[in-house]
């Protein structure tokens, strides 16, 4: 059977932390869904389709890897993609607590539903999108932090 894996999120914007955790995603399964998720707690700074540009650049060639948008609850997306795990990094315990908690709901709604833990890279550990995009907003330069260029 194909390990299939969700990595959900909004992705605004992608950086190479979220990068960093799909390609070592690779290395755990035979396919990596990036969902690019409306949250309607979040008003998006990039515009999704802009952003599922970005993200198909970075893993162009890549066959292993399908980029898609949803806007549904993410339980439901992995069903239908045929995905067991969900795959999530974490750079620190703050990031725990949150990502516990909404593992522990998509486990309810969907009891074949894992969620895979990676730690972020150290290099990478720093790397937030929303102080990205407040550096973006004001005119700093945030390319360093990013698979592609903006």
Do not use: C, W
Request: zero cysteines.
């Amino acid at each position: 059977m194909e390990r299939v894996a969700l990595f959900p999120g909004s992705f605004d914007p992608f950086t190479l932390g979220h990068e960093d955790i799909v390609r070592r995603g690779l290395s755990l399964f035979d396919k990596v869904v990036v969902g690019v998720g409306h949250n309607s707690k979040k008003k998006r700074y990039f515009p999704i389709e802009t952003m599922l540009d970005y993200i198909r650049q970075t893993f162009d060639g890549e066959n292993r890897i399908e980029v898609i948008t949803y806007d549904e609850l993410t339980a439901e997306l992995a069903k239908r993609y045929k995905a067991n795990y969900l795959l999530r990094g974490l750079r620190n315990t703050t990031d725990f607590e949150y990502e516990n908690s909404i593992s522990q709901v998509n486990r309810y709604l969907n009891t074949e539903l894992e969620t895979v833990f990676l730690i972020t890279s150290p290099s990478y550990a720093h790397i937030n999108s929303s102080i990205i995009r407040e550096v973006h907003r004001y005119g700093g330069d945030v390319e360093a932090f990013l698979p592609y260029k903006l």
